[in-house]
């Protein structure tokens, strides 16, 4: 079992950055890749940027050249620093890891950005 925290959400202006962090706790020896991806209303989940256990980093072309997705320094967090921020970015953005077959999810934390 892995559970993920996410932290660092909140209210940004257009232009602004914001950067997001995400906790895995559990069997986090079994991670292989741990990413973001966020939900706007009435719209579906969707891939913002995800990093293997390795370093290999993926990105939405939606957001490639704004964000910039990284280990932190203690084995089980990411982070997620945005930058360029724009009212489409508004979304609950959730940390999600891949283990063992398996994903999983945080809570999610809600990234609003005002014009």
């Known amino acids: 079992q892995v559970q993920l925290v996410e932290s660092g959400g909140g209210l940004v202006q257009a232009g602004g950055s914001l950067r997001l962090s995400c906790a895995a706790s559990?069997?986090?020896?079994?991670?292989?890749?741990m990413g973001w991806y966020r939900q706007a209303p009435g719209k579906q989940r969707e891939l913002v940027a995800t990093?293997?256990?390795?370093?290999?980093?993926k990105y939405a072309d939606s957001v490639k050249v704004r964000v910039t997705i990284s280990r932190g320094n203690v084995k089980n967090t990411v982070n997620l620093q945005m930058s360029s921020l724009k009212p489409e970015d508004r979304a609950v953005y959730y940390c999600?890891?891949?283990?063992?077959?398996?994903?999983?999810w945080g809570q999610g934390t809600q990234v609003t950005v005002s014009s």
């Open positions: 999600t890891a891949e283990h063992n077959g398996r994903r999983s």
């Open positions: 990093i293997t256990s390795g370093g290999f980093q």
């Open positions: 559990g069997s986090i020896f079994t991670i292989l890749v």
